[in-house]
């Protein structure tokens, strides 16, 4: 239950949102014009809605994945949800472009799309009485006070699945700790990533439940999409590194680095980069964010680089782009196709103090993984790769570089490092069926708490 202070504070902080509402609006316009999707359906963020909600015939189970890589996590969950509750309608949120684009393929006739409501009492008041979710499941990190509160208030179990909580993260959550303990604490149920998000969530007061893995483990990459990918490998003619889920700053560093290393290479002082640089291995960037797309070809480009876009071709690159000195991947929903045409990959976030993306994905399509210094995002998932020889954890862009280079130039360490990705990814599957098992149990147990007559 929440204290006096809790409560007084949690009402400034309403109110305070209330006051930001036509800041938000402006950032959404704003956002909009690379991003058109960040229009769409304004309203439904403030709690309003155009028609009302259709009746559930059955089970309404809400989840909320706020951008692309939750909503892909998300789709195994779904897939294990609908197995165990058939006819299940589906209501999905999310609070990204991006994520709301990937998530029209979760849907099913019957299911439900919706931004996340802003966190005001009025909006999350106004979502729950209009789509009135049997449940609510929220992935990875996406607890807000006062949606919190109203599950709460409205009999809703809201569950927080997939759940991570990184030292950071827990560090700033402690600085407002007047706000985060109850929020954490008035969920129904945590099913933690792995023992140190449950150690760091426990800390929040946070009832975890069980420590299950990670989703995107379950996630089998399209067998398709790494087919053409290595199709492409084959049509380059010479090996590919991968510069993964790149971040702003990062490129800079990248071209930077790379004129170094070149520059050393070709006087002899780089021990083994030499074959690399003969070979001059084909880089392939695929920015972390779309709307950076456009940005970080001009910049390739203003460095001297010829770069081809993967977005200006079909299935296949033509026949001149593989005397390119980068493709650049500006697309969607390919990383299965990016990481199979990769060699061996950079993992984007890891060199700017970022936290790092994640490289389970890179795993499971065998694709060895160099990481910078910065990966406490996932840090479990970063120290178990690497323990296992499906990553190398270096102190820079600079040594990135040279690693990478040094790795396609040993077959048997590179194939040896791709399938220790393989068998590392292998070896973590289980998480969906765990967390939609706990899913149910919990919902069941809910119903029957309502059916059962007060004393």
């Known amino acids: 239950m929440e204290t006096f202070l809790q409560r ?101 006739p019957g299911d439900l799309q919706a931004w996340q409501p802003w966190d005001t009492p009025g909006a999350v008041a106004r979502f729950l009485a209009h789509f009135r979710p049997s449940m609510g499941l929220l992935m990875e990190t996406e607890v807000w006070p006062n949606l919190v509160a109203g599950c709460r208030q409205a009999g809703v179990p809201l569950c927080l699945a997939n759940a991570r909580l990184s030292a950071k993260s827990l560090r700033e959550a402690e600085r407002l700790a007047v706000l985060a303990q109850p929020a954490f604490g008035g969920l129904a149920a945590v099913w933690a990533q792995s023992d140190g998000d449950a150690e760091r969530l426990r800390t929040l007061q946070a009832p975890v439940h069980g420590v299950f893995g990670n989703l995107k483990f379950d996630m089998a990459p399209d067998p398709a999409l790494l087919a053409r990918g290595q ?71 203003d460095a001297g680089l010829t770069v081809a876009r993967r977005s200006t071709w079909g299935d296949a690159p033509p026949v001149e782009a593989a005397a390119a000195d980068v493709w650049l991947g500006d697309s969607l929903g390919e990383m299965a196709l990016y990481y199979g045409a990769a060699d061996a990959a950079l993992l984007g976030g890891s060199f700017a103090p970022l936290g790092g993306q994640n490289l389970i994905e890179a795993a499971a399509c065998g694709c060895p993984v160099v990481t910078g210094p910065s990966t406490f995002n996932f840090a479990e998932a970063a120290d178990g790769a690497t323990a296992a020889g499906a990553a190398f954890r270096t102190t820079g862009i600079d040594e990135a570089i040279a690693t990478a280079c040094r790795l396609i130039d040993d077959p048997a360490a590179l194939a040896a490092a791709q399938a220790a990705g393989r068998r590392f990814a292998a070896a973590h599957r289980g998480a969906a069926a765990r967390t939609a098992d706990a899913a149910v149990t919990l919902l069941r147990n809910a119903a029957a708490e309502r059916r059962r007559p007060a004393a």
């Open 8 to 108: 007084a504070v949690r009402s400034l902080y309403g109110l305070g949102l209330r006051a930001a509402q036509p800041l938000l609006r402006r950032k959404l316009a704003r956002r909009g014009v690379a991003e058109p999707g960040y229009l769409e359906a304004v309203e439904e963020r403030f709690g309003r809605y155009d028609t009302a909600a259709p009746a559930a015939s059955g089970l309404r189970i809400w989840v909320h994945a706020v951008s692309l890589g939750e909503t892909r996590a998300a789709a195994v969950l779904v897939a294990a949800l609908r197995e165990r509750l058939p006819g299940m309608q589906l209501l999905l949120t999310h609070g990204t472009a991006t994520g709301r684009a990937e998530g029209t393929r979760l849907l099913q």
């Open 231 to 301: 199709a492409w490998h084959a049509a380059a003619g010479r090996p590919v590194l991968l510069f993964a889920s790149s971040r702003e700053g990062e490129e800079q560093l990248w071209i930077e680095a790379l004129g170094r290393f070149r520059s050393l290479a070709q006087a002899g002082r780089a021990q083994g980069a030499a074959d690399s640089i003969a070979n001059r291995p084909l880089w392939l960037i695929v920015p972390r964010h779309p709307q950076r797309f456009d940005a970080v070809a001009a910049l390739l480009q």
